[in-house]
């Protein structure tokens, strides 16, 4: 019986996928079909679903799912707390069913629901198949967008974005080849003149430094590419600020720079002494390096921009929204950010990139200064340009010494289609492209939250 019921599965399964390809079914809408074509009952539909947008994810991309697999009852259910007259939902799976605020035992509502929108696998963490998008410019491919995130909109906006892109011929991408990452030494002297003598010193040092400081970083092949002074004055004295600037093509490398800064400081230390410049401090200073500040002037990562041209003639047919309420609607928003005082602007973004990270694994030490975004919609010799820039993107590909990569974060990766630091840069601002550019439309043909 058992086996039967798995042949009728597959056959289902075969049907939907053929449709996804087709594009008569929609990824988003693959649970309610099973239903109202099938007759399957919910929560069975919950399963065959991921496993239609799992197969039909592998049939586009040539890769298998196997670290990202489909549990038994892939599907969450909702519970009351009588006492705080509150709803939980619950995975299936979690079967401890106390209130978390109150302790009391939860009832079961015996309503079930999927556990995130476009569900496709994994069991701590959720990923959604989020469509795919073709990029052409510094990086020419068709990213296939895996998020790992719990709500709706994620998905759901990436996906409906990329799909509009596909239809306007594709994201036109650039990406840096390099990313950088920073630190800094920092020198307190007593006088304007000690500090000028100082940096006359470390200059002249300077291509010593680089090949001495380069070897440090041989492994992940870091390469100083600048080193930048910056001066200010306290009443403690003259501050010297040097930021030895390096580049990796594929590693975050804040690691290596920071050793190669530890190792050169004394030899530095060394030179001024031997020179006859008398410092009162010689550190690290950390507070000028860009770590995780939200400042135009952090060098940290790597700069990505994607745009889509979209021809005036589209915005009535293809997207139905009036052109210049577009337009009006991403002014009032970049405004709108300036007058907080945001140097950025940082929208769905601020999403889209934690969740791509979490699908991948792949780590910056913390999103905040990759979330950073600029948005800017412009009218190009009769068409609207719409562009979103990333100006400090951080990606480490590579499970290495710098930071270890479960297996799910690798299969993700292949699964999506990325090989290097730069295709990653390219399928996260494509990505961030898609989302904001649907939210943008919806917002203006104010659908939003309505
Ligand atoms: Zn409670």
């Not at 003598?197 to 970083?217: G, H, R, S, W, Y």
């Not at 950010?337 to 973004?349: A, V």
């Not at 889209?352 to 975004?373: D, E, M």
Request: aromatic share 10%.
């Amino acid at each position: 019986m058992a086996t039967k019921i798995r042949d009728e599965e597959s056959r289902i399964v075969k049907e939907c996928v053929e449709r996804l390809r087709e594009g008569q079914l929609a990824p988003w809408k693959v649970e309610d079909d099973l239903r109202s074509t099938y007759g399957m009952e919910i929560p069975v539909n919950f399963r065959i679903a991921a496993l239609c947008r799992q197969h039909f994810i592998e049939a586009i991309t040539g890769e298998n799912f196997r670290y990202i697999f489909v549990p038994e009852k892939p599907y969450k259910e909702r519970y009351l707390c009588a006492k705080d007259d509150f709803i939980c939902e619950l995975d299936i799976r979690d079967e401890k069913h106390t209130c978390s605020l109150c302790a009391s035992e939860l009832k079961p509502m015996n309503q079930y629901a999927p556990l995130v929108a476009n569900y496709v696998g994994g069991q701590e963490d959720y990923f959604s198949y989020a469509g795919q998008v073709p990029v052409t410019g510094d990086v020419q491919k068709t990213f296939t967008n895996l998020l790992v995130y719990g709500t709706g909109l994620g998905p759901i906006g990436v996906t409906r974005g990329s799909f509009l892109i596909n239809k306007l011929g594709g994201a036109e991408v650039k990406v840096a080849e390099f990313a950088a990452a920073v630190r800094c030494l920092g020198f307190l002297f007593q006088t304007e003149e000690l500090r000028r003598k100082a940096q006359c010193v470390i200059e002249a040092f300077l291509p010593e430094t680089k090949a001495k400081m380069q070897d440090k970083m041989l492994e992940f092949g870091g390469c100083i590419s600048s080193v930048d002074f910056d001066h200010a004055e306290t009443q403690r004295g003259f501050i010297l600020y040097v930021d030895f600037v390096a580049e990796f093509t594929n590693f975050r490398g804040h690691g290596d720079i920071s050793r190669a800064v530890g190792f050169i400081k004394p030899e530095v230390e060394k030179k001024l002494s031997s020179q006859g410049v008398h410092y009162e401090l010689s550190v690290i200073a950390q507070g000028h390096d860009g770590d995780l500040k939200p400042s135009p002037r952090n060098k940290r990562g790597r700069k990505a921009m994607a745009q889509v041209r979209i021809p005036i003639s589209d915005f009535k047919g293809l997207l139905k929204v009036d052109p210049e309420k577009f337009l009006s609607f991403v002014e009032v928003d970049g405004v709108g950010s300036q007058r907080l005082g945001c140097p950025f602007y940082s929208g769905m973004g601020g999403e889209i990139l934690p969740a791509v990270y979490k699908a991948t694994k792949v780590n910056p030490h913390s999103p905040l200064v990759s979330c950073f975004q600029n948005i800017y919609a412009e009218k190009d010799q009769g068409d609207v340009i719409y562009r979103v820039e990333l100006p400090n993107i951080e990606v480490g590909v590579l499970s290495s010494r710098e930071g270890l990569m479960s297996p799910v974060g690798r299969e993700a990766m292949r699964i999506m289609g990325i090989q290097t630091a730069k295709e990653f840069a390219a399928s996260v601002v494509a990505q961030v492209l898609a989302g904001e550019f649907n939210l943008a439309l919806e917002i203006s043909r104010e659908k939003l939250y309505s």
